[in-house]
């Protein structure tokens, strides 16, 4: 008698195989895209620029060290356990 596939490892497969073609796809757009600019000049306002991307990768790097860290310790406090309820007093 022949097994099947669970239904669930099926669609985990589709999900990972969707998943590596979306990837292949943005990081050939980005390729693309530095393939057709590296003849452009960072001129004019290209330190303020540098600069808010700097700024903006390190806040999103606070910021999710910060959740990670709440996410954790949550965790670790037991807030993300289901309540209980004393039932002896009915």
């Known amino acids: 008698m022949a097994t099947r596939r669970a ?8 999900v990972v195989i969707l998943s590596v073609a979306g990837l ?3 990081f050939g757009f980005f390729g693309w ?4 600019t590296r003849g452009v000049a960072w001129t004019g306002g290209s330190k303020a620029i540098a600069v808010a991307l700097v700024a ?8 999710t060290g910060l959740l990670m ?5 949550s965790s ?4 993300d356990e289901p309540p209980t309820f004393d039932d002896s007093d009915q």
């Open 69 to 73: 860290w709440l996410a954790f310790y």
């Open 76 to 79: 670790r406090k037991g807030y």
């Open 7 to 14: 239904p669930h490892r099926a669609a985990k497969g589709l």
């Open 33 to 36: 895209a530095f393939y057709t």
């Open 24 to 26: 292949l796809a943005v």
């Open 56 to 63: 903006g990768a390190v806040a999103v790097g606070a910021l």
